[in-house]
């Protein structure tokens, strides 16, 4: 496959060409992107040197698939051009995640939606990734009637100045600020901007995201998200009021048998999630499972993820290597 990876030098871009090279993907043609200042800079992958090219130099190659995290307004401007030459397009950014015609994918969950003529396909929101990969299958069993989450999101969620800040207030090097506040010893319930009625948009992305990506729009959800000073990865607080009866046993059985979901919940050995243990790891841990006493039918739990692996990264190349097993890519047809 002649693979392009647009923003290839950004958190999320290395992340990705980390993730190709651990899971060898088949890769007969690698295409890094970057901004202009970074053409003709040096990466390696898989011990070989690449030269970054230019978005339209990459467009001309013509690659299988371009995984593009160069943020909305690239993806919006370039998806299209590559489309346009055949390529199959998987984007991280929230540019296309609600557009009708464009698949929003959790592979574990819906990746049987996507057909050959799928040219764009968007990579869900971190925090989104996580959530839904533990109320798909409680929602498939119980039928989820509200979703109540308080998210704990990790610094690297905002890029490297953000990680720059928060180790220079630790340091005490007053680095340049990319937060509105100090993010050291705070919380700022501020992720994204704010939109309508006092929510960020990373609050609404929770809630329409997730209805999409589980194709329920009984859901209803409300999200409070919150910056952390915390660099492995964002965590989760997550209240579910189901339709339905359940037994919490039943609970733990089937977040066990969920692939890519780890139950680490034992409160008499302090067991638990954390997102210093969770950094670098694909799967989204769970814990802290208990019934709602204040209400019936209702589940409150813990969940964990590496937002720069399963939350961006690795999911968007396990599409890949869905539509690579499935024969959706590599024949082109040039609109
Ligand atoms: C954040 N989920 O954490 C958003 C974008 N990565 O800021």
Redesign the pocket.
Known sequence: MKVAVVGATGMVGRVMLKVLEERNFPISELIPVASENSIGKQIEYKGKQYSIVSMQDAINQQPDIALFSAGGDTSKEFAPKFAEVGTTVIDNSSAWRMEPNVPLVVPEINADMLTADDKIIANP???TIQLVMVLNPLNKKYDIKRVVVSTY??VT??GKDAVEQLDGEIAGTNPKKKYPYQIFKNALPH??VFEEAGYTK?ELKLSRETQKILNDKTIALTATAVRVPVQGG?SESVNIEFNNHYEEADVRKILHETPGVVVQDSPETNTYPMPLYAEGKDDVFVGRIRRDLSQPNSLNMWIVAD?LRKG?ATNAVQIAEYLVVKNLVGNKVIA
């Open positions: 929101n971190c925090s999101q990790s969620g905002t992720c994204d990373e964002h937002n961006a």
